[in-house]
């Protein structure tokens, strides 16, 4: 079957540094996403990504944030100046179409800022 | 504003004790109720997907339903390996051709042989 694989599955990354966690969607799949989960609290809505530019983001999505698609494959999430309280996992899904089911996340990278 | 509540937060049953977790949604318009299952450190895996009140869906020893207000997932005869933290989500229409999820907090389900 099919799956969203996410690199590396655990980072530990200093304070003030920038990350990049990568995403390998699904192949035919059109629509991809950035969700994370702080520990013991709900996944959260980070950033939806379509046609090479993002279609819609959260609040949590400020200016320390960006997405890229830079090939046909790899889709990134980068954090510029991280903080301790970017600590979380975070998942990439992707969908194949806008309407229909099949939000497929991977495994998550777990990002710990020290 | 949108919200999505799952009750109880946690539930711990016996090996073939049939049960039901809940979700209940307040949304400006709903646009599809998801139920994923996640496993420890693990993304979620979807489960199912329900559109209109009085859907169902099946699957093994699962079954979850939709009413205008909550959706149950009903887990008939559980196994250990049902062990999970089960999740709900919605899609709604709320500033129009939304794609986010919103999740619940989720329910933690262990179940003992």
């Known amino acids: 079957e099919p799956e969203v694989t996410q690199t590396p599955s655990h980072q530990v990354t200093q304070m003030g540094q920038e990350v990049i966690l990568r995403c390998v969607p699904i192949?035919?799949?059109?629509?991809f996403y950035w969700y994370r989960q702080i520990l013991g609290q709900k996944v959260e809505f980070l950033v939806s990504?379509?046609?090479?530019?993002?279609?819609?983001k959260s609040e949590i999505f400020d200016d320390q944030f960006s997405v890229e698609r830079p090939d046909g494959s790899n889709f990134t999430l980068k954090i510029r100046s991280t903080k301790l309280e970017d600590s979380a996992m975070y998942f990439c899904?992707?969908?194949?179409?806008?309407?229909?089911?099949?939000?497929?996340f991977g495994s998550g990278t777990r990002l710990t800022v020290v | 504003e949108d919200q999505v509540t799952q009750s109880p937060e946690a539930l711990r049953l016996q090996e073939g004790e049939s049960s039901s977790l809940n979700c209940s949604y307040t949304?400006?318009?709903?646009?599809?109720l998801f139920w994923y299952r996640q496993d420890p450190g693990k993304g979620p895996e979807f489960l199912f997907t329900?559109?209109?009140a009085g859907e169902e869906k099946e699957k093994e020893r699962l079954k979850a339903t939709l009413t205008k207000k909550e959706s149950f997932l009903h887990i008939t005869a559980p196994k250990p390996e049902d062990s999970a933290t089960y999740l709900c989500?919605?899609?709604?229409?709320?500033?129009?051709?939304?794609?986010?999820?919103?999740f619940g907090t989720g329910t933690l389900l262990a179940v003992q042989p």
């Open positions: 899904a992707s969908k194949v179409w806008t309407a229909g089911d099949g939000y497929t």
């Open positions: 192949s035919n799949h059109l629509y």
């Open positions: 990504f379509y046609n090479n530019e993002i279609s819609e």
């Open positions: 949304v400006s318009g709903l646009r599809g």
């Open positions: 329900l559109y209109s």
């Open positions: 989500a919605v899609r709604t229409t709320n500033g129009g051709a939304t794609n986010k999820l919103i």
